[in-house]
């Protein structure tokens, strides 16, 4: 990846060749930055690193509206986005979606978000049980295998 990187001052912007091996993820902003920063412990890494849960529910007598608003806020909590919110859920996150069932599998979160969506849960009507199934994985083309050490480019 080429970066211009402008300093400010009367130099010309200079030209940076950014090596990143290993992506699991790109997302970019146009927005301008002042800062470039590598961070180890970023909100971004917790679906890499953390135990994975299925959220199972039943009893659900939950408004749509309502459940699906604390999906989301729980979910903007953890990450300081929302949107991440559909990598998660069993269905679309929309009022036809999964919020409407009774009873079903909400989704499989990382343990950060089950847990906050869970205590969020707790005086709703809706009865929640998580399941931990194990550390996240991704799949080679050959096989399951875990992540490996990672960092946020910012």
Known sequence: MNISVSMHDESPPEIWEVSCLGV????????????????????LLIPYREIEVDLMFSENSCKP???????FSSCFDVFGKSEYLARF???KPTVNGIVTSKFGTLGRFPKPLADRITE?????PIRVNPIEVGPPKYWTGTEFIGYPSLSVLS
Do not use: F, K, R
């Open 89 to 91: 859920l069993n269905q």
């Open 24 to 43: 699991v993820e790109e997302s970019i902003s146009s927005v301008g930055e002042e800062i470039l920063t590598v961070l180890s412990e970023s909100p």
């Open 65 to 71: 509206e309502s459940l699906l608003g604390i999906l």
């Open 120 to 124: 969020a849960l707790a005086s709703q």
